[in-house]
């Protein structure tokens, strides 16, 4: 199985002041395509501090980080950056759609950095967005949608430029249960249907119910990863 994302003997530590925080401690994972991956624990465990190390947003202290095979140590700031706008898909609890776009114009918005043609982007936008089941709301406002429909507005953006991997921070920490479900049946569907892989922070039992492998973290470490059952990818 081809490895996407692998993290080899990652710690990260914060350093502030008197207190030293060990957030991750050697954390060793190998992401292989396709999968479905959900990631527990308490907080303060450490989640996203393994997320970011994972989508290329922080370095680590130590240890090293893979994106298909290439050892991000060796690339500069500005080649990470490139990366992660080709590679990675990012959502987060908080939508971060910019308010005076249209949906589908915060659709586009990757594919702009990335050069991609009007007319290209804009077909492409348009056909994630039915994607997600919002073709009929392409041009309303984030205002003009409910808190479900943003967070499938920045899934469908997520998706836009195509990336290896999607990565997300408790994407339904601020939806009703209904709206939450709805947008992990999306993702449980973009997972088989595209093959997408996806790694998803959550505290919902219905997610982690659902994925395919479930890591926890404890205290910065692993201290378990199952393989699960279900019809996660
Ligand atoms: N930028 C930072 N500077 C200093 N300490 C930090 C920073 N970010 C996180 N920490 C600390 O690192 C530890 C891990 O934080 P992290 O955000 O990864 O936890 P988490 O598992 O995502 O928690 P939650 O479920 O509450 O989101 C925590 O003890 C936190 O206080
Ligand atoms: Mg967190």
């Known amino acids: 199985m081809e490895t996407v994302i692998e993290l080899k003997d990652v710690s990260k530590v914060y350093d502030l002041d008197a207190v030293k925080v060990n957030a991750l401690d050697k954390v060793s994972l190998k992401i292989t395509k396709g999968q479905f ?104 406002l984030p205002a003009q949608l409910s808190g479900g429909q943003r967070q499938r507005v920045a899934i469908a953006r997520a998706l836009s430029n195509k990336p290896s991997f999607i990565l997300a921070d408790e994407p339904t920490g601020n939806l009703d249960s209904k709206s939450g479900k709805e947008l992990i049946d999306m993702l449980i569907k973009l997972n088989k249907q595209q093959k997408t892989t996806i790694i998803i922070i959550t505290h919902d039992e219905y997610i982690a119910s659902h994925a395919k492998r479930i890591v926890s973290i404890k205290d910065g470490r692993i201290f378990k990863d199952r393989t699960t059952h279900s019809n996660g990818g």
């Open 37 to 140: 991956i959900s990631i527990i624990g308490p907080s303060g465990s450490g989640k996203s501090t393994m997320l970011h190390m994972l989508g290329a947003l922080d370095k680590p202290t130590s240890g090293k980080v893979f994106i298909d095979g290439q050892d991000l140590s060796k690339l500069s700031d500005d080649e990470l950056a490139r990366l992660r706008g080709e590679k990675i898909g990012f959502v987060f609890q908080f939508f971060n759609l910019y308010p005076t776009l249209t949906a589908v114009e915060n659709v586009e918005l990757p594919m702009i950095i990335e050069g991609v043609d009007n007319d290209v982007r804009r077909e492409r936008s348009l056909e994630l967005l039915k994607l997600v089941g919002l073709e009929d709301r392409a041009y309303h």
